[in-house]
């Protein structure tokens, strides 16, 4: 088993994440962003808590897969004599009494297939960053792990000794556990997850029969859109950048942070996916969480991530209690990003609210209101496009004048000159597109070098993955000279074996040794842009290869064995593989008059 084959359930309120040998070794409870009550994931190598599994007696071999378009888990554990039994695992998601159903609970079903496999159930949460062991009380047919804080309550079919004093048994009718909030369950277990299973398919499946799928590559484009949905905290509109904190970025490294929160850059490439997709509702929802929690009367300067709900803090600090993943440590809460200069924000949240201006599917279109809302950002845009930052690579001890931060401020301005025609601000659109060509050609006059190719910071010569996003942005064409130079000095310097580095230089904890999935795909984009086709497409095919058991990504990949590093599943990841899918794949009817 490769150290990232996880497979994520979910439904917009919690998330866990399962091995493939069914055991939950992350899952924060009772929001996406709380404290892991199964933490082995960051837990060292053998952990001893932080956990929920099956063990079975003479196990053999095990198989998983989801439910097909949906987030349900399916896992199939066998034993030496032929035995076996199918654990399902979701987290319920419907619609009921005309309202979305999505409580922050886990539902785990077991069922035997073949004979009466022998079997223990342990349920093992800590609290606190597992820091405390949890006070336990029983009842008739239910556990409650009690924190300082919170309260995890475990009710089954089956007496709650077994899972308590982790009695096994013979697996000889279908067992089933609802892990979540202190609520009792008033029906019947078995009864209750049939239903829920029932409905949480039918959710699922008719959410993936609205996608906008290409025709090449519709499983791995249609399991990525799943699990960016699973990536959205849906009560605020929040968007995480991985569900995960402080999976290495490579082996031994202090490259680890928690990816638990709302970077309003994620979000964006992350609502841009799924607008491709046809899932505009995630936007709106998103636009909600922008307006609520951080585009307000006083907001001219933004931080670059935000919590996903205002109870969370983002100061960061190390949990010593947990070893870190595969005893890596530390194991960080919070982030210091949150304190960071990042220019590139202003244009990631115009970016993100462009669509609903002109989107008619969407029931209140953007207005004069929401312009008037969005246009102090665009001021600070303009002030803040040539001033140095961290960049969207977030370096904490340098900064500079990054190409990327700059064109977003760009675009935002850019973009806000179109808005503004839209809304019939005539006078204010003709300002915008003025001050929006004046900062173009400053960009573009200190970005290109002596050689002719983009710099990743003005008036300087650093090669970055991220200046292959500037066609994408709408500043210069893929098929410009000085992009086409850029192209080759990218591939000069950053392509490793079909991976594309970040950059090339040391940063604040020397070179990088692995390869930003994303910016692979970027390049792949830029190809295809190009007119590089076949070579595009190979590098996509390689990329796919690296995906784990689940068909999903991390955040980083080693550019020598392959293997996955960084937190996971990571949006980035899954947004380049859903538009790089989109750009390379042939028309619907160009397949279907060569289907075989």
Known sequence: MRQLDLAPIGNCAVASLIDAQARHVWFCFPRLDADPVFNALVNGNDPATGFMDVLVEGFKTSSQSYLRNTAILETILRTENGEA?????????????????????????????????????????????????????????????????????????????????ETPFLLDQPVNLFIGSDESVQEDPDGLAKRFLHETTGYWTDWARQLAVPFDWQEAVIRAAITLKLCSYEETGAIVAALTTSIPEAPNTERNWDYRYCWLR?????????????????????????????????????????????????????????????????????????????????GSVVLSSA????????????????????????????????????????????????????????????????????????DEAIRWGEKSKTLQQEILQRAVTREGWLSGALDTEIADASVLLLPQLG??????????????????????????????????????????????????????????QEEARELFDNLLSRRNNAGLLSEDVDTKSGELWGNFPQTYSLVGLTLSAHRLSRTWEQGLWHAS
């Open 85 to 165: 039994l199918r654990v399902i695992d979701f987290a319920p998601r419907f619609r009921q009494f005309g309202r979305s159903f999505r409580p922050p609970m886990l539902v785990r079903r077991l069922e035997p297939i073949s004979g009466q496999p022998r079997i223990t159930l342990r349920m093992r949460p800590s609290f606190g960053y597992g820091k405390t062991a949890p006070q336990i009380s029983i009842g008739s047919n239910h556990a409650r792990f009690i924190g300082s804080d919170n309260v995890l309550r475990v009710t089954a079919d089956i007496g709650p000794s077994y899972i308590l004093n």
């Open 266 to 346: 994620d979000s964006y490439f992350t609502v841009n996916a799924l607008n491709r997709l046809g899932v505009t509702r995630t936007m709106e929802h998103y636009v909600r969480f922008l307006l609520d929690t951080v585009v307000n009367e006083q907001a001219r300067e933004l931080h670059p991530v935000y919590p996903i709900n205002s109870r969370t803090k983002l100061k960061e600090y190390e949990a010593e209690a947990l070893a870190g993943f595969q005893g890596m440590g530390p194991v960080r809460v919070g982030n210091a990003a949150a304190a960071q200069r990042q220019n590139d924000v202003y």
């Open 355 to 426: 669509q609903i201006f002109w989107d008619s599917r969407i029931p209140s279109i953007g207005g004069v209101n929401l312009y008037r809302r969005l246009s102090p950002l665009g001021e600070t845009a303009l002030q803040s496009a040539l001033v140095p930052d961290a960049g969207l690579w977030e370096y904490r001890n340098r900064s500079g004048v990054f190409t990327y931060s700059a064109t977003m401020c760009w675009a935002a301005s850019h973009r806000l000159a179109m808005i503004a025609h839209k809304v019939g601000a005539t």
């Open 475 to 532: 500043i210069l064409p893929a098929t410009d000279e000085r992009f086409l130079r850029t192209l080759k000095v990218i591939e000069k310097r950053l392509l490793k074996n079909g991976f594309l580095l970040r950059y090339d230089e040391a940063d604040d904890f020397g070179r990088p040794e692995t390869a930003f999935v994303v910016c692979t795909f970027w390049y792949i984009d830029a190809l295809v842009a190009a007119g590089r």
